[in-house]
């Protein structure tokens, strides 16, 4: 079983940053394939951004490139999501996820293992 607890939530002005982090813990976590989601209020589950085990090749959704980075260590079988620029409609609750197979995935039905969430909320 995996078990994973986001925080770095909270409230920040857009153009500011934050700093989201996962805590994997479980048998083999630091090779599972990792995930950021989000949703908004009445809309989907939408893909953020998606890291392999070794944290050599990423993947990002169009609307965060160049303004989120995704990024893991292993030795302390965490995820990040540096977040910069951000706007207001990246106000959402964020979900870490985890998957074992080495395949990157936009899919969120793709990921067997999920975080609680945490709430970024930006104001204009």
């Known amino acids: 079983q995996v078990q994973l607890v986001e925080s770095g939530g909270g409230l920040v002005q857009a153009g500011g940053s934050l700093r989201l982090s996962c805590a994997a813990s479980?048998?083999?976590?630091?090779?599972?394939?990792m995930g950021w989601f989000r949703q908004a209020p009445g809309k989907e589950r939408e893909f953020v951004a998606t890291i392999d085990w070794t944290g050599g090749t990423t993947a990002y959704a169009d609307f965060v490139k160049g303004r989120f980075t995704i990024s893991r260590d292993n030795a302390k079988n965490t995820v990040v999501l540096q977040m910069n620029s951000l706007r207001p409609e990246d106000t959402a609750v964020y979900y870490c996820?985890?998957?074992?197979?080495?395949?990157?995935?936009?899919?969120?039905?793709?990921?067997?293992?999920w975080g609680q969430g945490t709430q970024v909320t930006v104001s204009s």
């Open positions: 479980g048998r083999t976590v630091s090779t599972y394939t």
């Open positions: 996820a985890a998957r074992s197979s080495p395949l990157l995935a936009r899919d969120p039905s793709r990921y067997p293992y």
